[in-house]
């Protein structure tokens, strides 16, 4: 067990953790200030499909508006779905892992029958159609993206909530009349907050993947940029089978989707190897 | 004796192992029952897995009985809720076996004791519970200044006065000590039972003192209760059941202390295997299949507890009061 400082000091000494970390703030930098950034593409440009370089960084789209801008604002909304959809997983997922994992008996198989029955839903097809029935606002779909990505974080918190409610000081606890809701929601979830967090990184990497296939499909917000509305904006104008293939249209969204889901992705793994001391060398 | 402070009484819990219809029952604690009177020290010892445990968490209401009653100054407690029950809680508190894993490794152990006092209301001000706690750290013979610190960074003897301290935060009246010491090193362990010794005197506590090592039990203890797989095998007053030894399985208990002596050491019982399954108990004697001085009887008829002397407890059908000759070797 060792405390904060000594988990930020092997942190800092996690290449790969380091590496995600960097990444996730460049996005969340790009996302906080994109008006300051690029302006808001929007209208019509005077210049259509110019390839990058000359004075615009990734090109211009067919309706002449700057690639760069477009994506910089696709952060914002990305980063905008995730943080609202790990809202949803969390204010779902991590009381009934808790309360799941604590309470054995009747409530904790009821609970986790339901986290199991949710696991096995097929997500994708779900989503597109509650997308499509409840219309296409972007918070919407970021509801909608949490709504399905509370399972996992809620069986990974019950499983580590089965393994800490075990433990002698919880028994301590309750010996000393210390109420069940402070004992699950103090004494447990700042035990579990490893495993939490690095799932919480994970649905922050998967949530943007569903947007952006939701938005590829046509579900997402019209209105909004998002990296996923860009593709599927290329995509309508067949700028992906065109010759000559104007390539920065569909190139850089797809790399920031990349970046993205791997930064993550990164970061998780960075902070689940420095808590669990097994997997450190 | 001083007045009845606690009173067990036919304490059993089986925990149910069977599944699909099954019907499959550890027998943890059968039928136990003993008074435990004001300001005296009652050591319980027994091997792994003899109930001891069970029984203490059965005293506290941790688990559920399965039939028997616990009476506290008077009252019954067993299976009752609400105010009374957290006015009980905070006079019957436990010290736990692991002091590596009865603290929490996330919260500073100043708040760890305090935490308890806030939640039953005991000091309302911030402040007084601050002092409250230093002063409960100086108790225990560790600094305020500790007050901040994570669990991780004190050695296994602190941690325990730090679980101590922690026991003490609601002024119990009793305190049931479970394996305290086990975990100890032994230099440690001395140190420890000091501090329960003048803990006892200055706060007038009653304990309840579980261990497995008898030596350390006598060493704190007025009187020894023994148990063999969940039953009550002997119980007499320290010296009596040290000097007046009169089951087979306490003489095997007290042989096997180890004595500094260079010359004439004295015979070992080495008593035959493990302690049986308590799924489905001997029928006769529980200590029937280990005893070195099992006659055809043990093995069919049940021996009940007996007073042979006064405040002299025996589960032996060969007991008798004065003579203990019987079981030399």
Same mark, same amino acid.
């Given at each position: 067990m060792q405390n904060n400082r000594t988990f930020f000091q092997s942190f800092i000494r996690n290449p790969m953790g380091m590496i995600g970390f960097?990444?996730?703030?460049l996005i969340v930098l790009l996302g906080i200030f994109a008006p300051t950034i690029a302006a808001y593409p929007k209208g019509y440009g005077t210049e259509i499909l110019v390839a990058p370089g000359s004075g615009m960084l990734f090109g211009t789209d067919n309706l002449g508006l700057n690639v760069f801008a477009e994506v910089v604002w696709g952060a914002r909304s990305s980063l905008y779905v995730s943080a609202i959809a790990v809202l949803v997983a969390a204010v779902i997922g991590l009381p009934a892992g808790l309360i799941s994992g604590y309470k054995?008996?009747?409530?904790?198989?009821?609970?986790?029958? *339901?986290?199991?029955?949710?696991?096995?839903?097929?997500?994708l097809p779900l989503m597109i159609v509650i997308a499509a029935i409840v219309g296409s606002s972007i918070i919407n779909v970021a509801v909608v993206i949490g709504l399905f990505?509370?399972?996992?974080?809620?069986?990974?918190t019950r499983n580590a909530t089965l393994r800490i409610s075990e433990m002698q000081y919880i028994e301590a606890a309750k010996c *000393?009349?210390?109420?069940?809701?402070?004992?699950?929601?103090?004494?447990?979830?700042?035990?579990?907050?490893?495993?939490?967090?690095?799932? *919480?990184?994970?649905?922050?990497?998967?949530?943007? *993947?569903?947007?952006?296939?939701?938005?590829?499909?046509?579900?997402g917000d019209p209105t909004t940029w998002s990296w996923g509305a860009i593709l599927k904006k290329a995509w309508d104008a067949s700028a992906v089978i065109d010759t000559p293939n104007p390539w920065w249209w569909w190139l850089w969204p797809s790399v920031f989707i990349m970046f993205y889901v791997i930064s993550f992705n990164l970061l998780g793994t960075g902070i689940n190897e420095i808590l669990n001391p097994k997997s450190r060398e | 004796?001083?007045?009845?402070?606690?009173?067990?009484?036919?304490?059993?819990?089986?925990?149910?192992?069977?599944?699909?219809? +099954?019907?499959?029952?550890?027998?943890?604690?059968?039928?136990?029952?003993?008074?435990?009177?004001?300001?005296? +020290?009652?050591?319980?010892?027994?091997?792994?897995?003899?109930?001891?445990?069970?029984? @203490?968490?059965?005293?506290?209401?941790?688990?559920?009985?399965?039939?028997?009653?616990?009476?506290?100054?008077?009252?019954?407690?067993?299976?009752?809720?609400?105010?009374? @029950?957290?006015?009980?809680?905070?006079?019957?508190?436990?010290v736990f076996q692991d002091p590596y894993a009865s603290l929490n490794p996330r919260i500073k152990i100043g708040e760890s004791i305090a935490e308890p006092i806030i939640v039953n209301k005991l000091i309302k001000n911030k402040k007084d519970v601050r002092l409250r706690v230093e002063e409960l750290l100086n108790l225990v013979g560790l600094q305020p200044e500790m007050y901040d610190r994570y669990p991780h960074e004190f050695s296994g003897g602190q941690r325990q006065r730090i679980g101590i301290a922690r026991a003490l935060s609601l002024n119990p009246k009793v305190l049931i000590c479970d394996e305290a010491v086990s975990a100890l090193d032994v230099s440690v362990q001395a140190q420890v039972l000091n501090l329960f010794n003048r803990l006892k005197d200055e706060l007038n506590l009653t304990y309840i003192f579980i261990g497995h090592d008898l030596s350390v039990v006598k060493y704190v203890s007025n009187r020894i209760l023994v148990m063999y797989l969940?039953?009550?095998?002997?119980? @007499?007053n320290t010296e009596d059941i040290f000097?007046? +030894?009169?089951h087979p399985y306490t003489?095997?208990?007290?042989? @096997?202390?180890?004595?500094?002596?260079?010359?004439?050491?004295?015979?070992?019982?080495?008593?035959?295997?493990?302690?049986?399954?308590?799924?489905?108990?001997?029928?006769?004697?529980?200590?029937?299949?280990?005893?070195?001085?099992?006659?055809d009887k043990c093995g069919k008829t049940h021996p009940e507890l007996r007073e042979i002397d006064t405040d002299h407890f025996v589960r032996c059908h060969f007991s008798e009061k004065g003579g203990n000759k019987w079981l030399d070797i």
């Amino acid at each position: 067990m060792q405390n904060n400082r000594t988990f930020f000091q092997s942190f800092i000494r996690n290449p790969m953790g380091m590496i995600g970390f960097f990444g996730v703030l460049l996005i969340v930098l790009l996302g906080i200030f994109a008006p300051t950034i690029a302006a808001y593409p929007k209208g019509y440009g005077t210049e259509i499909l110019v390839a990058p370089g000359s004075g615009m960084l990734f090109g211009t789209d067919n309706l002449g508006l700057n690639v760069f801008a477009e994506v910089v604002w696709g952060a914002r909304s990305s980063l905008y779905v995730s943080a609202i959809a790990v809202l949803v997983a969390a204010v779902i997922g991590l009381p009934a892992g808790l309360i799941s994992g604590y309470k054995k008996g009747k409530i904790g198989s009821v609970i986790d029958g *339901l986290i199991d029955i949710f696991l096995t839903l097929p997500v994708l097809p779900l989503m597109i159609v509650i997308a499509a029935i409840v219309g296409s606002s972007i918070i919407n779909v970021a509801v909608v993206i949490g709504l399905f990505s509370w399972p996992s974080l809620a069986k990974v918190t019950r499983n580590a909530t089965l393994r800490i409610s075990e433990m002698q000081y919880i028994e301590a606890a309750k010996c *000393l009349g210390i109420p069940s809701y402070r004992i699950i929601f103090k004494h447990i979830l700042i035990n579990v907050a490893g495993p939490v967090l690095v799932n *919480l990184t994970l649905i922050m990497a998967t949530a943007v *993947l569903s947007e952006s296939g939701l938005s590829f499909l046509g579900l997402g917000d019209p209105t909004t940029w998002s990296w996923g509305a860009i593709l599927k904006k290329a995509w309508d104008a067949s700028a992906v089978i065109d010759t000559p293939n104007p390539w920065w249209w569909w190139l850089w969204p797809s790399v920031f989707i990349m970046f993205y889901v791997i930064s993550f992705n990164l970061l998780g793994t960075g902070i689940n190897e420095i808590l669990n001391p097994k997997s450190r060398e | 004796m001083s007045e009845i402070i606690l009173d067990i009484q036919n304490l059993t819990k089986y925990f149910d192992i069977g599944s699909f219809g +099954t019907k499959k029952y550890v027998h943890a604690v059968e039928d136990v029952s003993f008074e435990l009177h004001k300001s005296e +020290t009652l050591g319980i010892v027994g091997e792994s897995g003899s109930g001891k445990s069970t029984l @203490a968490r059965l005293i506290l209401g941790l688990i559920p009985v399965t039939s028997g009653k616990v009476y506290y100054e008077g009252d019954e407690i067993t299976g009752v809720k609400g105010k009374y @029950a957290s006015k009980v809680r905070s006079d019957i508190q436990m010290v736990f076996q692991d002091p590596y894993a009865s603290l929490n490794p996330r919260i500073k152990i100043g708040e760890s004791i305090a935490e308890p006092i806030i939640v039953n209301k005991l000091i309302k001000n911030k402040k007084d519970v601050r002092l409250r706690v230093e002063e409960l750290l100086n108790l225990v013979g560790l600094q305020p200044e500790m007050y901040d610190r994570y669990p991780h960074e004190f050695s296994g003897g602190q941690r325990q006065r730090i679980g101590i301290a922690r026991a003490l935060s609601l002024n119990p009246k009793v305190l049931i000590c479970d394996e305290a010491v086990s975990a100890l090193d032994v230099s440690v362990q001395a140190q420890v039972l000091n501090l329960f010794n003048r803990l006892k005197d200055e706060l007038n506590l009653t304990y309840i003192f579980i261990g497995h090592d008898l030596s350390v039990v006598k060493y704190v203890s007025n009187r020894i209760l023994v148990m063999y797989l969940g039953e009550i095998m002997e119980i @007499a007053n320290t010296e009596d059941i040290f000097i007046n +030894t009169q089951h087979p399985y306490t003489k095997a208990l007290i042989s @096997a202390i180890p004595e500094v002596k260079s010359k004439g050491i004295k015979e070992r019982i080495i008593l035959k295997g493990d302690i049986p399954s308590p799924v489905n108990p001997p029928e006769g004697c529980r200590f029937y299949s280990r005893c070195f001085k099992a006659q055809d009887k043990c093995g069919k008829t049940h021996p009940e507890l007996r007073e042979i002397d006064t405040d002299h407890f025996v589960r032996c059908h060969f007991s008798e009061k004065g003579g203990n000759k019987w079981l030399d070797i």
